[in-house]
C-alpha cells in the first residue's frame, strides 16, 4: 500500500496551492482520506477529512482552515486532494496524506509547502 502527496512548493501570502496524493494498494474507496501537517520541533497536526459514504462525502476541517482550505476526492482515480486558498505564513508545513481503511492506516513521505514573500 502506498500514497504519494505532491503538489507542494513555495507561494507567496494569499496565494493558492493544490496538493494531490495518490493512493494504491489498499481500498481506497472505503478508506477515510485526512490530511495532517506538521512543523519542526511540534506535533503533526490534523488537517482535513473527507468521509466515504456516497455523494455527500462529509467533509471537516480544522477551524485554523476553514473557509480556506477544501479537501476532495476522486475514487475513480485514487486520489485525494487538498486546495488551499489564501495562504498565511502559519501554514508553512510538511503536508501529510493519510487514509484509514477499517483497522489499517497509512501515510505518504510528506509535500512541503511554504508560505513566504
Known amino acids: 500500500a502506498q500514497l504519494v502527496e505532491s503538489g507542494g512548493g513555495l507561494v507567496q501570502p494569499g496565494g493558492s496551492v493544490r496538493l494531490s496524493c495518490a493512493a494504491s494498494g489498499f481500498g481506497f474507496s472505503s478508506a477515510v482520506m485526512r490530511w495532517y501537517r506538521q512543523v519542526p520541533g511540534k506535533e503533526r497536526e490534523w488537517v482535513a477529512t473527507?468521509?466515504?459514504?456516497?455523494?455527500?462525502?462529509?467533509?471537516y476541517y480544522v477551524d485554523a482552515v476553514k473557509g480556506r482550505f477544501t479537501i476532495s476526492r476522486d475514487d475513480a482515480e485514487k486520489m485525494v486532494y487538498l486546495q488551499m486558498n489564501n495562504l498565511k505564513p502559519e501554514d508553512t508545513a510538511v503536508y501529510y496524506c493519510s487514509g484509514l481503511a477499517g483497522t489499517d492506516s497509512y501515510w505518504g513521505q510528506g509535500t512541503q509547502v511554504t508560505v513566504s514573500s
Open positions: 473527507i468521509g466515504t459514504i456516497p455523494i455527500r462525502r462529509p467533509t
